[in-house]
C-alpha cells in the first residue's frame, strides 16, 4: 500500500475524536457558553461507553451510554454557569477535574482495576460492515471504525444547520446578544442549554471512540489532553464551522505524522513525535491571527 | 381614524420602584385601536420604564396592563411578542457578527421542516429597505454597519415582524429629515392598516405631525393626556418641565449670536488633503481639508452614513489617517493617537457614547475620573484619591442635573437621556481646546438640549473650538458659525452663517453641487 494514502488513513482516524469534541464545542460556544469541559465529557464518555457496553454486551448501547453521559457532563456545567450564574471557565475546570477522579474511582468499584478496564466488545469496523460476505481484498479499510464516517457525516450536519436552519440561526443569535435575543422572543437559557447538551453529545461520543471504537477498553485519563487540543481547533478556526473542520485535520495529521514518523525513524526517540501536534498547535496559535471574531457574547449570561 | 369600543391598551395604577428612585407612580393610561400616542417628557421622566413594562422587559410593582381588555400576564419580551407588540429601544439591541437580513428575520423566520427561506426573506427585507430608501447592503454584519444604519436595521425588525402594537422610543434621533419625513409616513400608514403606536420623541415637531393625542409625563406621573389638535407645542412644553413657562425659554429659542471680533481668530485646526480608509461599509475619506478657528462653531452636517463617524474618529485619533496632514495650535497631530491629542485639547463625543465614550457597569465617579486619572488632583503616587473623586463626580451630576441617586451607581442605571448628559459634562468639564461633538443632543429633552447648547456658546467663549455632526440641520442652523456638507466621504462645500441656505445646504446633502 501507498504510504501516503496510509497517512490519509491515519489522519482521519486521528482526527475523529477531536472532530466530535471540537464540533461540540464548536456548538456551544457559538450559543455563547464557554466550554472548556470537552476533556471532561470526553473522558466521561469514553468510559460509560466501556461500562454500557460491558454491562449490555452491545457496543451500540455502549455508545449510547457515552453519549447520554457526555450530554450529563455538559448539563452538569450548563446548569452551573447558566442557572446558577458560575464562572464559566471555573465550571468547565470543575468538569475536568470531577471527569477525571469520578471515572478513575468508577473503574475501580465496579471492576475492581486500576488502570485499565477489562476487555469489552468494539464497534464494527468498515471493513466488516463493507466485505460482510468476502474477505477484503487488499484491507483498505482495516482497522476503521464505522464512527469514522458517522464523525464526518455529523460534522457536516452540524456546519449545515449551523448555516441554513432557524435553528442554527437563533443559536447563533444567543451567542452574539443574549440581550437582543432575548429582545427578539427567544429563550435564551433553553438554547443555550440545548445547545451545550448537543455539544456534550458530541463530545461524549468523541470520547466513546477512544474506547470502543479505537480500542475497546478504558485507560485512566485516556482523553490525554484531547479535549484542550478540540478548543484549541475550535479558537483557530476562528468559531467557523469550515475553519473548525480545517484545524481538526490539520492537528489529525500532525499526529497521524507523528505516529507515522516514529514507527519509521526509529533512531529518534518516540517522545519527540509525541510532542508535534501539541507544537504544532502551539506554533499556529502564536502565529495566526484570524479577522473573524470570537461569538461577540461569549461568556456573558445576561 | 378607525377608533373601536375598549382601549386596546390600558395602563391600570402601574407603579415601579428602581430602589428609592419612583420610575412610574400610579399611571392610568388608555391607548385606542388605530391611534399613534405619543409620549413626552423630560430625561428621567419614566416614559421608558413604562413602554419596557408594554413590552415584558420590566415588572411593574404594583398595577396591571390590559391588553383589548384582558390583563397581560408577561414574563419577559416572548410574551409580548406573541401578544403582538413589538418595541425599537433606545438603547439597540442587536447581533454585530449576524447579518442584517438575519438580524431582521430573527424570530419570525420564514421556513420549510426548519430551512430558513432565505430567498423569501432576501425579498421581503429588500421590499421594505426600498419603501424606506435605505441603503443597506442586507449582507453586511450589522456590527459593520456605521450606528445610525443599525437603528434603521431595527426599524425594518419591527416592520418584518408586523406587530399589532408598535412601541417606538426615540426612533427618529438618527434619521436625517428626508427620511424622518418617509417614516412618518410609514407610521401614518401603519395606523390607517388600524395599527396602534405608542410613540417615544423630543422633537415636538415629529410628535405634532402625526400623534393623534399626546400624553406627558413628569417625575414619574402623567401629568394629562391631550389631544394634540387642541393642544400647542408651547403647552407641552409647558407640561413637560412643570413650570407656567419654559424654564429657560432664551435658550430654547435664542440662536447663536457671536460677538464681531476686531481681528480674524488665529487657526487652531487645520485640516489638509485628509484620507481615511475604511472600516467597515462607510465610504473612505477622500481628501477633506478645512480649518477651524480659536472659538469657532463648526457644523458637518450630511446624511447618514456618509462618513461622518470616520472623520470623528480620524480627527480624534482613533482612526489612522492614510494621507494628508493635521495641524493643531501650530503642531503637526497627524501621527499622533488618541491619547496625545486629549492632552493636546481635543475631546470627542462619540455617537454611541454607550460604546465608546462611558463604561456601563462601573459607578458614575469613575467615568468621570476616566482620562484625568493623571491629574494631581483625583491621584496620589498612583493611588486614587477617591474621595475627591466621588466629590468631582457628585458636583458634575448636580450641575448638569443628571437624575443618578448617587455617584456611585453606574451608567447602566441612567436612562439615555441622562447617559448621554454624563458623557457631555465630562467632556466639557475638561474644558478641551477643540470639542468633536456627534449627535451632541441625541436622547436630551428641550431642557437639556438648551443647557448643553448655553454649554457650548460658553466654551466657545472662552475659545474652545467645536465641530458639531448632527443629522439635524435645524441644530446646525442654530448653532454653528460655519456649517461643511460630508457627502460620501468628500466635503461638499462650506457655507459662513450669514449666507446660511436651507436650500443649498439640503442639494449638498443629496450631492448636488453648484
Known amino acids: ?302 | 381614524m378607525a377608533i373601536s369600543g375598549a382601549p386596546v391598551v390600558e395602563f391600570r395604577n402601574i407603579s415601579k420602584r428602581f430602589g428609592s428612585f419612583h420610575a412610574n407612580r400610579n399611571i392610568n393610561l388608555c391607548v385606542d385601536q388605530g391611534e399613534i400616542h405619543a409620549i413626552s417628557g423630560e430625561n428621567g421622566a419614566g416614559k421608558t420604564t413604562l413602554m419596557n413594562m408594554l413590552f415584558g422587559r420590566v415588572m411593574p410593582d404594583a398595577g396591571s396592563v390590559l391588553l383589548r381588555g384582558k390583563p397581560l400576564r408577561m414574563r419577559n419580551p416572548r410574551d409580548a411578542i406573541r401578544a403582538g407588540i413589538g418595541m425599537v429601544p433606545q438603547e439597540l439591541l442587536y447581533f454585530p457578527q449576524l447579518s442584517v437580513l438575519e438580524n431582521i428575520i430573527l424570530g419570525s423566520e420564514p421556513s420549510r421542516a426548519g430551512i430558513i427561506g432565505r430567498r423569501a426573506a432576501e425579498k421581503e427585507v429588500l421590499c421594505l429597505r426600498d419603501a424606506f430608501g435605505f441603503q443597506i447592503d442586507p449582507s453586511l454584519p450589522a456590527g459593520e454597519l456605521p450606528f445610525a444604519a443599525r437603528r434603521q436595521v431595527e426599524l425594518m425588525r419591527m416592520l418584518y415582524r408586523r406587530a399589532e402594537i408598535l412601541i417606538l422610543d426615540e426612533p427618529t434621533s438618527s434619521l436625517g429629515p428626508g427620511e424622518v419625513e418617509k417614516f412618518l409616513d410609514v407610521l401614518r400608514s401603519f395606523r390607517a392598516g388600524g395599527r396602534t403606536i405608542l410613540f417615544i420623541s423630543h422633537r415636538l415637531d415629529e410628535v405634532f405631525a402625526v400623534a393623534d393625542k399626546i400624553t406627558v409625563l413628569r417625575r414619574g406621573s402623567i401629568v394629562r393626556t391631550l389631544e394634540s389638535k387642541k393642544t400647542s407645542k408651547s403647552e407641552i412644553a409647558r407640561l413637560m418641565v412643570g413650570g407656567d413657562e419654559i424654564s429657560c425659554p432664551n435658550a430654547v429659542t435664542e440662536d447663536r449670536n457671536r460677538p464681531a471680533a476686531a481681528s480674524e481668530p488665529p487657526p487652531l485646526l487645520e485640516v489638509e488633503g485628509l484620507c481615511v480608509e475604511s472600516a467597515g461599509a462607510e465610504p473612505l475619506i477622500k481628501c477633506i481639508s478645512f480649518s477651524i478657528a480659536v472659538g469657532e462653531i463648526f457644523g458637518l452636517a450630511g446624511v447618514v452614513g456618509n462618513g461622518q463617524r470616520l472623520l470623528a474618529r480620524a480627527l480624534s485619533g482613533r482612526e489612522k489617517a492614510s494621507g494628508g496632514k493635521m495641524t493643531f495650535g501650530g503642531a503637526d497631530i497627524t501621527r499622533l493617537g488618541i491619547d496625545a491629542r486629549l492632552r493636546a485639547g481635543i475631546s470627542r463625543l462619540s455617537e454611541n457614547p454607550a460604546e465608546e465614550a462611558l463604561l456601563p457597569d462601573r459607578p458614575l465617579w469613575e467615568n468621570f475620573l476616566l482620562g484625568r486619572q493623571r491629574e494631581s488632583k483625583f491621584q496620589k503616587s498612583g493611588i486614587i484619591r477617591k474621595g475627591e473623586a466621588v466629590q468631582f463626580a457628585s458636583d458634575l451630576i448636580s450641575e448638569n442635573g443628571i437624575a443618578a441617586q448617587s455617584p456611585l451607581d453606574p451608567p447602566a442605571s441612567l436612562s439615555g437621556g441622562n447617559r448621554q448628559k454624563a458623557a457631555l459634562a465630562r467632556l466639557f468639564a475638561g474644558s478641551p481646546k477643540l470639542a468633536i461633538l456627534e449627535q451632541p443632543s441625541r436622547g436630551l429633552d428641550l431642557h437639556a438640549s438648551a443647557g448643553m447648547r448655553d454649554k457650548i456658546f460658553e466654551l466657545s467663549r472662552q475659545g474652545t473650538a467645536v465641530i458639531v455632526f448632527s443629522y439635524d440641520l435645524d441644530e446646525l442652523l442654530s448653532l454653528c458659525d460655519r456649517i461643511a456638507v460630508i457627502y460620501r466621504g468628500r466635503l461638499m462645500g462650506t457655507i459662513e452663517r450669514s449666507l446660511f441656505s436651507r436650500d443649498l445646504l439640503g442639494r449638498w446633502m443629496v450631492g448636488i453641487s453648484s
Not at chain 1, 444567543?174 to 440581550?179: I, L, Q
Request: charged residues 10%.
Open chain 1, 1 to 302: 500500500m501507498m504510504p501516503s494514502f496510509e497517512l490519509i488513513t491515519l489522519t482521519l482516524l486521528k482526527a475523529t475524536p477531536l472532530l466530535l469534541a471540537a464540533f461540540g464545542g464548536l456548538i456551544c460556544e457559538l450559543s455563547g457558553l464557554i466550554n472548556f469541559a470537552l476533556e471532561g465529557m470526553m473522558l466521561c464518555g469514553a468510559f460509560a461507553a466501556i461500562l454500557g457496553a460491558w454491562a449490555t454486551g452491545s457496543p451500540w448501547l455502549g455508545l449510547l451510554f457515552g453519549i447520554i453521559a457526555g450530554i450529563c457532563a455538559s448539563a452538569v456545567h450548563a446548569t452551573a454557569s447558566l442557572k446558577l450564574g458560575a464562572n464559566q471557565i471555573v465550571s468547565s475546570i470543575a468538569v475536568n477535574l470531577l471527569a477525571a477522579g469520578l471515572t478513575g474511582l468508577l473503574l475501580n468499584q465496579i471492576f475492581g482495576v486500576y488502570g485499565t478496564s477489562p476487555t469489552v466488545a468494539k464497534l464494527p469496523e468498515m471493513n466488516a460492515l463493507l466485505h460482510r460476505n468476502m474477505p477484503s481484498p487488499d484491507g483498505t479499510f482495516e482497522g476503521i471504525s464505522i464512527l469514522v464516517p458517522i464523525a464526518f457525516a455529523l460534522a457536516c450536519g452540524v456546519m449545515a444547520c449551523l448555516r441554513w436552519t432557524v435553528a442554527g440561526l437563533r443559536l447563533k443569535a444567543c451567542g452574539e446578544s443574549p440581550e437582543a435575543a432575548a429582545a427578539a422572543g427567544l429563550s435564551v437559557f433553553r438554547i443555550r442549554f440545548l445547545a451545550a447538551c448537543a455539544g456534550g453529545a458530541l463530545a461524549g461520543m468523541g470520547g466513546a471512540y477512544l474506547s470502543i471504537g479505537d480500542l475497546s477498553q478504558f485507560v485512566e485519563n485516556m482523553t490525554q489532553g484531547r479535549g484542550y487540543l478540540a478548543i484549541a481547533a475550535v479558537i483557530l478556526g476562528r468559531w467557523r464551522p469550515a475553519g473548525v473542520f480545517s484545524a481538526v485535520l490539520f492537528f489529525g495529521f500532525c499526529d497521524a505524522a507523528s505516529e507515522w514518523l516514529s514507527v519509521r525513524w526509529t533512531a529518534m526517540p518516540a517522545q519527540l513525535f509525541l510532542g508535534l501536534p501539541y507544537a504544532a498547535c502551539f506554533t499556529v496559535l502564536a502565529f495566526y491571527s484570524g479577522k473573524r471574531r470570537p461569538p461577540s457574547a461569549l461568556g456573558r449570561v445576561e
